[in-house]
């Protein structure tokens, strides 16, 4: 049996939904911004992204975000053209490059071109490179990867999203190699979490591990379609690591990080799994409406009818 194909970038599911995953999550400044540029108003993006001058996870939050409307390519343009020694126009312009070149829609060499350009202009600013790392993580080499997850850590050590991508790719090896307690995403994990302060949201990377190892696994045949009748998720190694993240949690919550609805959802998703049902609604009173398709998706699920489903039964309101 061939390995299984590698996930949609950033993660979207492979089968469509009926429902509408807004990237932007909770941050309610992103949306207004988001809406005018959708009108050509490129100047209020100019002003929420100026608010994140050294503020790297919430900068790659939101460039991501604006980068996979349909309009923000050519708007991103059109900024550049006005102010060509704008840092954040350049960034901007790169990203939505590169959703278009993960999309087919674009050449990657022009993606490759438009990060290195805006690197130029920023050389502190880790986003660049996380573009360069999301391009690569699906269409480059390993060596690729680990160079460029390289040059983000050195400017942000703790770049939630890049370490997210690092764990996908890393998953992917040894497709069919089943529940590997020693597989190599668990070791660097582990490690990226043990690095990391101890209120640091890479806590919960061990878990993002053992979500994107079953994907790997159930995309290969090795594990059931359905997350909830595998074992993948109650084993020792299983219960070790999701305890430890949901005990972090209830100490370490962080309401401010940006993406912390991501690792809402996976912790929900993981004790959904795993069967523990009042812990799981507590993490999904939190998560509210702001669900995301991973990885509520895997392995190849819808993923909002995946979603309401764990929602409802862990709420008790199935």
Not at 19 to 30: N, P, T, V, Y
Not at 117 to 136: F, I, N, Y
Not at 298 to 318: E, V
Request: hydrophobic share 45%; with cysteine; glycine share 6%.
């Amino acid at each position: 049996m061939s390995p299984p194909p590698p996930p949609p970038p950033l993660g979207r599911g492979r089968r469509g939904s009926a429902h509408a995953f807004d990237a932007a999550l909770d941050d309610a400044e992103l949306v207004v911004a988001r809406s005018a540029l959708a009108q050509g108003r490129w100047t209020a993006v100019r002003s929420l992204l100026a608010l994140t001058a050294d503020d790297w996870d919430r900068r790659g939050h939101r460039v991501t975000a604006l980068a996979q409307e349909s309009g923000t390519l050519a708007w991103a343009r059109d900024w550049q053209l006005a102010e060509p020694e704008s840092a954040d126009a350049s960034v901007l312009l790169a990203w939505a490059t590169v959703q278009r070149a993960l999309h087919g829609k674009d050449r990657p060499e022009r993606a490759r071109e438009t990060c290195h350009a805006a690197a130029a202009l920023a050389p502190a600013d880790p986003t660049p490179w996380l573009g360069l790392l999301a391009l690569e993580r699906t269409l480059g080499d390993e060596a690729d990867v680990v160079r460029l997850f390289d040059e983000v850590r050195h400017r942000h050590p703790e770049h939630h999203q890049a370490h997210h991508l690092m764990v996908a790719r890393l998953a992917e090896r040894r497709a069919q190699a089943g529940q590997d307690p020693l597989h190599e995403v668990y070791d660097f994990a582990n490690w990226a979490a043990e690095q990391a302060p101890a209120d640091s949201p890479l806590a919960i990377l061990p878990v993002v591990a053992h979500a994107e190892r079953y994907r790997v696994l159930a995309g290969a045949g090795s594990e059931p379609a359905d997350p909830t009748a595998s074992g993948h998720w109650v084993g020792r190694r299983a219960r070790q690591v999701m305890k430890a993240a949901f005990d972090w949690w209830l100490e370490w919550e962080h309401d401010d990080h940006p993406r912390r609805l991501v690792d809402l959802n996976f912790l929900a998703h993981a004790k959904s799994c795993e069967g523990r049902g009042a812990e799981a609604a507590a993490l999904f009173h939190r998560i509210g409406p702001h669900a995301t398709p991973v990885p509520w998706s895997y392995p190849d699920r819808d993923p909002y009818k995946a979603f309401r489903a764990a929602r409802d039964s862990a709420l008790g309101t199935a």
